[in-house]
């Protein structure tokens, strides 16, 4: 029985990933490596977002969805998009926990060997950090921190550093690059758990707090009415 959680299947995969490609009408939308990449990075970062302010990245337009033929066609789109980002949730919160990221491989003309291809995936993780990048700051101003993010920024950044160029210019050496993400984005995960808990026990005592009446005894004890004091329109705090 298929839920909101459950992984896509090979065929589901290889479905969203045409989709994209063809599909699609913008060429600032993402491959599917590259929207992977953007689901971990708002799936492990320290400020939840509203699938109406990331959607429109994946599809490189303003609209929360692109034009479909059918309403049944968007439904069923958005639900492939939606499943693979609850089933990258849930593997981080199994135990162990666990992701797996999904890029290619690459094969080059004199070599046999098959070389993990990353690149997509850290441009897309980077451009998920983009859409919060401020909330960002305390892990990427601290030495662990630029350390885990490393490995991603030499693959999906520009111009990340002036030896950039030098440590990516082999197969060999991006993949050895990509092989170092798994890890480093479940110590990015940790890092900000802690974090993510804090904000949605807040959230969560907030909707439990009793509702106040605009005409009872403000609950700050001042002896007024609260529209008259703290529900005042310009004293509401």
């Not at 046999?112 to 850290?122: H, I, L, P």
């Not at 693959?155 to 002036?162: Q, V, W």
């Not at 890092?191 to 605009?214: C, D, M, N």
Request: net charge negative; with cysteine.
């Amino acid at each position: 029985m298929t839920t909101p959680f459950s992984p896509l299947s090979v065929d589901e995969f290889d479905e969203l990933d045409q989709f994209l490609l063809y599909e699609v009408d913008s060429e600032e939308g993402m491959t599917l490596d590259m929207a992977d990449g953007f689901l971990h990075a708002l799936a492990i970062g320290p400020t939840t977002l509203h699938p109406r302010q990331w959607l429109p990245k994946i599809w490189g337009t303003e609209e929360m969805m692109p034009p479909m033929e059918s309403m049944e066609q968007l439904n069923h789109t958005l639900g492939l998009v939606m499943r693979h980002f609850n089933s990258i949730i849930a593997g981080l919160e199994d135990q162990p926990r666990e992701i797996n990221p999904c890029w290619s491989t690459m094969t080059y003309e004199g070599d046999e060997r098959e070389y993990d291809d990353a690149e997509g995936w850290a441009y897309g993780f980077v451009q998920g950090m983009r859409l919060c990048w401020s909330d960002w700051q305390p892990l990427l101003s601290t030495p662990q921190g630029q350390a885990w993010f490393r490995p991603i920024a030499l693959l999906g950044e520009d111009e990340f550093s002036a030896d950039q160029d030098e440590l990516t210019k082999t197969p060999a050496m991006r993949a050895d690059l990509a092989l170092q993400i798994p890890q480093a984005v479940l110590e990015m995960h940790a890092h900000w758990l802690p974090f993510r808990r804090a904000v949605h026990e807040r959230t969560v005592a907030r909707s439990l707090q009793p509702k106040v009446g605009r005409n009872e005894p403000c609950p700050c004890a001042s002896g007024k009415k609260f529209k008259k004091c703290c529900g005042a329109a310009a004293d509401l705090h």
